[in-house]
């Protein structure tokens, strides 16, 4: 399964008409950036004077797009229901790192304890959906588990048909409900970081994000350490920092695949009783979910390239999240516990 596809497509790219030399210089030139993925994502729009005249250049090419598609998430417990196994949901993602991602959302909805509830995860494939394999995953329970199998499923008993990929909530009873399940810590986030150290972290997400490079079109989370105490003499890059980076065309999804694919070590080292702690860095706006996401995940302090939402602000001061949103190298906007970015 591939997180990239290619199609054929028609790009068009304008150039002024400057004369006939000049406008198939420019042309070429323009066609030559539209090519590129990257350049051409920097390209501005502007708009061109009136006493101009423009021209279109078509041009056929292959071109590298982000894939999306189903997956059905099945949970069986072998002690329950006769061992038959139940759908719980339908959910898009992009292909890759499905354990993980299951995991993680299995978590971060409050529907598991912790990774020891899991016997095993394993993808049972389908061909009913466009001949894609593997969009079928099995979660088997442990027997010791006192997981409620139903307790994934609607009040009528029917399971959640369907969560798009850019749906962080969606499927739950209630907000109330999933607050609830957020641990609470009996010692603050003290950890902090140097504010040059916050646009590293930044720009190694984004030097790591392999499928956005190709497409342009996927979200990206990385986790990264804490340290003890901000060493101003002693600053640490990006890259040195990051532990783990993962990709999706979902931002929630991104998260939930980075939770999941650490969660014991999330889970045992950064807790009350140890002094380990540790951020995410999300190339997104921070919407209220991914708060709850990190939240659940004792994940003290959430870095984003976009914007936060105003419930987003309100939950990470509720549960002592610094939460940093529009990193640029002109401007970084601290919205809670801004003694931690120094």
């Not at 199609?7 to 323009?30: D, K, M």
């Not at 501005?44 to 590298?64: C, H, M, N, W, Y």
Request: contains cysteine; proline residues 4%; hydrophobic residues 40%.
């Amino acid at each position: 399964m591939s997180r990239v596809k290619t199609f054929p497509i028609t790009r068009l790219v304008s150039t002024n008409l400057t004369g006939e030399q000049g406008n198939s210089l420019e042309l070429a030139n323009n066609l030559e950036l539209a090519n590129s993925h990257e350049r051409a994502n920097s390209l501005e729009l502007t708009e061109k004077p009136e006493r101009e005249q423009s021209s279109v250049g078509r041009l056929a090419i292959d071109d590298t797009i982000a894939s999306e598609e189903p997956l059905e998430i099945w949970l069986k417990h072998p002690l329950k229901q006769g061992g038959n196994a139940s759908l719980l949901l339908t959910t898009m993602r992009s292909p890759g790192d499905d354990v993980a991602l299951v995991t993680g959302w299995l978590h971060s909805s409050g529907l598991l304890a912790n990774s020891a509830d899991i016997q095993s995860v394993t993808h049972t494939g389908s061909e009913r959906i466009k001949g894609n394999e593997a969009n079928q995953i099995l979660v088997t329970l442990h027997p010791q588990s006192d997981f409620d199998i139903t307790s994934g499923q609607s009040q009528s008993g029917s399971h959640i048909e369907y969560v798009n990929s850019g749906c962080g909530v969606c499927g739950q009873r209630s907000i109330d409900v999933l607050l609830d399940k957020i641990p609470q810590r009996d010692m603050p986030n003290n950890a902090s970081l140097l504010n040059n150290e916050v646009l590293s972290l930044a720009n190694a997400l984004r030097q790591q994000q392999t499928a956005f490079a190709a497409t342009g079109g996927s979200h990206g989370a990385g986790l990264f350490a804490l340290p003890e105490s901000a060493d101003l003499n002693a600053p640490q890059t990006g890259a040195n920092r990051l532990i783990d980076v993962r990709e999706d065309i979902g931002r929630h999804n991104a998260l939930d695949k980075l939770i999941g694919a650490n969660l014991p070590m999330l889970l045992v080292e950064n807790t009350p009783e140890k002094t380990k702690e540790y951020g995410v860095v999300i190339s997104s706006r921070i919407s209220f979910d991914l708060v709850q996401k990190a939240a659940m995940a004792n994940i003290g302090m959430i870095l984003a390239m976009g914007a936060p939402s105003t419930l987003a602000i309100e939950l990470a001061k509720e549960c002592d999240i610094c939460l940093v949103g529009f990193i640029s190298q002109k401007r970084i906007n601290v919205y809670t516990c801004d003694h931690r970015i120094v």
